[in-house]
């Protein structure tokens, strides 16, 4: 249990995480509007007039992101409601050209209802947190305030893009249930979860960096075994997992020293500072009565059929927990190695590709893709669609790195050539790695007839050692070794000179 120590004793943190991942669609929530607002396009030119809320523009709900919800609420174990509606959300805000964001009232059933997903804790065991909720929302605009010294402008071209809000749920009536984030590291790896099921699915890019991901970070302190919940605050638009914790700790803190000095906590939204690594007030926290939520008389309630739902989990792919579990539990790979191989689908499909089905392979292939390929990002196509020489540079494909694996494990080659072919590849050289093996006259020598040839003329030329050898200096084998590899140029095979020399020196 993650504890901070106080004057007073030890304090818990309760951590209630409301993330925002933006859904991937071609066109916005309710409107036609192309719902690509990257950096390279012009401001205010994907916008509509239902985006602005011109005077008779009707929304019209696009049913794909209410499958890409339905995706992520399948994924994430959740209850998926039949029926579910929309309201208007009421405030005023320079970015929010309608005067209110249409959203899923809090007080009743969303797209997505109760959920949970699997983290490892604090303690090292797994840990299942409880999500209430996963609503369909709208994006605002974005507000560009380093264009000009007096006059701040506004860009519209992400107003009205999908959001998914997914909130955690913090069971109040029963303060034992431990279902819940109590860490800043807990915090990170929800939201990590949050971003890999997200982008599994192809829900989102669920990038932070670009903004696509965000959280709003709810944090509450209470004294260590305590049965209660006290206040909380509420830090704004985190966009960094760093930041996440650092945030966590420093608030947990702040109130910390509050309650110990016999003050209360207010209720209220925070602004996180980096540079400074402090939370600061922003303003009292609002509830739903400042927002004034009414049903949208413009959208219907929406109405989801057990037909719809199936139709969506058919098309949905092995999520990377499970493939996960697969690579450990069927192909014997190492945890972290099945963690690396499931960073993105993309990835493991790569790996998948270039096992083929063949589960020998797979240590191989895993170990190749990690120490080697992933870094050469350049000479390799993630998405398995490219090969050979693409725009002058050489293309490494699941085959070619299956057939080097394969070529290891007959003794075709010895791991030396292989990288030595791996490294030709990589330099643009043509062909499959067999072909060039054959090219270059890489070849594992693996007559016991030649090599013990070696051996005879390496002992004979090194006979003070040999005595030494024999007298207890075993240690000596490797120089022997070593001898026989450079004689036979690299090309015997390990195994079979390790095998003979023992033989022959006694």
């Known amino acids: 249990m993650f504890t901070i120590q106080g004057k007073t004793g030890d304090w818990e943190v309760v951590v209630g995480l409301e993330t925002h991942i933006e859904v991937l669609s071609n066109s916005k929530l309710f409107s036609g509007a192309s719902a690509d607002y990257n950096p390279t396009v012009a401001p205010n030119t994907q916008v509509s007039m239902v985006d602005v809320a011109m005077p008779g523009m009707l929304p019209v709900l696009n049913e794909y992101c209410v499958d890409q919800a339905i995706k992520f609420g399948l994924g994430i174990n959740a209850e998926i409601s039949h029926v579910s509606r929309f309201a208007r959300k009421q405030y005023f805000y320079p970015d929010l050209p309608q005067g209110y964001q249409i959203s899923q009232p809090a007080e009743e059933p969303p797209v997505v209802g109760r959920g949970w997903i699997e983290i490892i804790g604090d303690d090292g065991n797994p840990k299942k947190i409880l999500i209430e909720r996963a609503h369909l929302e709208q994006d605002a605009g974005k507000l560009k305030h380093d264009v000009h010294p007096t006059k701040s402008f506004a860009d519209y071209n992400r107003t009205g893009v999908a959001l998914l809000e997914i909130v955690t749920f913090l069971d109040t009536k029963n303060p034992e249930n431990n279902s819940y984030i109590t860490s800043p590291d807990e915090a990170e790896k929800y939201l990590r979860q949050i971003r890999e099921i997200a982008r599994a699915l192809g829900v989102s890019h669920a990038n932070m960096e670009e903004g696509s991901m965000r959280a709003d970070v709810n944090v509450s302190v209470r004294p260590a075994g305590a049965k209660y919940f006290n206040e909380r605050c509420e830090i704004k638009n985190m966009v960094s997992f760093k930041f996440i914790k650092a945030a966590i700790e420093y608030e947990a803190k702040r109130q910390i020293e509050i309650l110990e000095n016999g003050g209360t906590i207010d209720r209220c939204t925070m602004r996180y500072h980096p540079d400074e690594g402090i939370t600061t007030v922003m303003r009292s926290k609002e509830d739903a009565l400042d927002y004034r939520y009414f049903p949208d008389p413009d ?154 040839k ?36 690299g090309s015997a095979n390990p195994a079979v000179v390790n095998e003979i020399l023992k033989k022959k020196l006694g």
């Open 299 to 452: 959208l219907l309630p929406l109405i989801i059929t057990d037909e719809q739902i199936e139709r969506v989990r058919k098309t949905m792919p092995e999520l990377p927990a499970t493939t996960r579990a697969r690579y450990i539990e069927k192909l014997g790979l190492a945890e972290y190695d099945a963690a690396r191989l499931t960073e993105t689908v993309d990835i493991s499909h790569w790996f998948d590709a270039a096992v083929n089905g063949k589960p020998e392979r797979a240590k191989g292939v895993a170990n190749w893709m990690i120490s080697e390929l992933f870094a050469h990002p350049e000479n390799y196509d993630i998405t398995n669609e490219k090969s050979g020489i693409v725009d002058g540079m050489r293309i490494i494909t699941p085959t070619d790195l299956a057939e080097l694996v394969d070529m290891v494990a007959a003794h075709d080659i010895n791991g030396k050539q292989a990288k030595e072919i791996f490294i030709k590849m990589l330099d643009g050289e043509s062909g499959a790695p067999r072909a060039i093996a054959d090219k270059f006259g890489m070849k594992q020598i693996t007559d016991t007839g030649a090599i013990e």
């Open 454 to 489: 070696i051996i005879d003329e390496v002992i004979a030329a090194n006979g003070p050692q040999v005595e030494q050898y024999k007298s207890g200096k075993t240690g000596l084998l490797g120089f022997f070794v070593g001898n026989v590899m450079k004689k036979s140029g």
